[in-house]
């Protein structure tokens, strides 16, 4: 079956300009998260959505958005982008909320310059 | 505040030698313990876990020890092979807060022929 899918493989923006960045989970999963990761700070987690709400967020100002559709697909968003914000975006999918069964995807490289 | 620490960035074996990778963490409401492994250019993927209730969880090649006194896991390859070479990634989850992963920051495993 195919796998958590995430668009685009690599971007790169302009400080002050904001991006979307897309997540297909596994067909039948309905828990998507969301995880930054940066040289030497690990994976950071974003949020987290289930059936199309928001359950769980992490410690990232309000620049940082995403929404869930009706078929489990998910965006975030990123307004204002900052240098700082140059990272590997992942996204995970499972089951269920609280189904530790995470299935990542490749992610997505954003260069703001 | 770092739940999950994993305080060497890199660590080098033989092949065929024991790997043991180190993590250490803070937050005694974790209920599973996952181990993660990621090549460049791909997402995380799942290797072993291990509940809080349990001190030892074997699969295969792999093995993940458990000490909840000294808040301590660790995760044993034996033997080792080059294609283990990656970055290995600790992770606490909580059912409490939901589908969370809090992340240490990573070992890179490199097993030299």
């Known amino acids: 079956k195919a796998g958590v899918t995430q668009t685009p493989r690599y971007l790169i923006k302009t400080r002050g300009q904001q991006v979307t960045l897309s997540c297909s989970p596994i067909?039948?999963?309905?828990?998507v998260s969301w995880y930054q990761q940066t040289p030497g700070q690990g994976l950071q987690f974003l949020f987290e959505?289930?059936?199309?709400?928001?359950?769980n967020k992490g410690n990232f100002p309000g620049r940082f958005s995403g929404r869930q559709f009706s078929n489990s697909r998910s965006e975030m968003n990123v307004s204002t982008l900052e240098l700082g914000d140059s990272a590997l975006y992942l996204c995970?999918?499972?089951?269920?909320?609280?189904?530790?069964?995470?299935?990542f995807g490749s992610g997505t490289r954003l260069t703001v310059v | 505040d770092q739940q999950v620490k994993q305080n060497s960035p890199s660590l080098s074996v033989q092949e065929g030698r024991i790997s043991i990778l180190n993590c250490d963490y803070t937050?005694?409401?974790?209920?599973?313990f996952l181990w993660y492994k990621k090549y460049p250019a791909e997402g995380p993927t799942f290797l072993i876990s291990?509940?809080?209730?349990?001190d030892k969880n074997e699969d295969g090649r792999f093995t993940v020890f458990l000490n909840k006194s000294a808040k301590h896991l660790s995760l044993h390859i034996v033997p080792s092979q080059p294609g283990d070479s990656a970055v290995y990634f600790c992770?606490?989850?909580?059912?409490?807060?939901?589908?969370?992963?809090?992340f240490g920051e990573g070992t890179q495993l490199t097993v030299n022929p």
């Open positions: 937050n005694s409401m974790f209920d599973y």
């Open positions: 067909s039948g999963h309905r828990s």
């Open positions: 959505y289930f059936s199309e709400t928001q359950r």
């Open positions: 995970a999918s499972s089951l269920a909320q609280g189904d530790y069964g995470y299935t």
């Open positions: 291990i509940s809080s209730i349990k």
């Open positions: 992770a606490g989850e909580g059912l409490t807060s939901g589908s969370r992963l809090t």
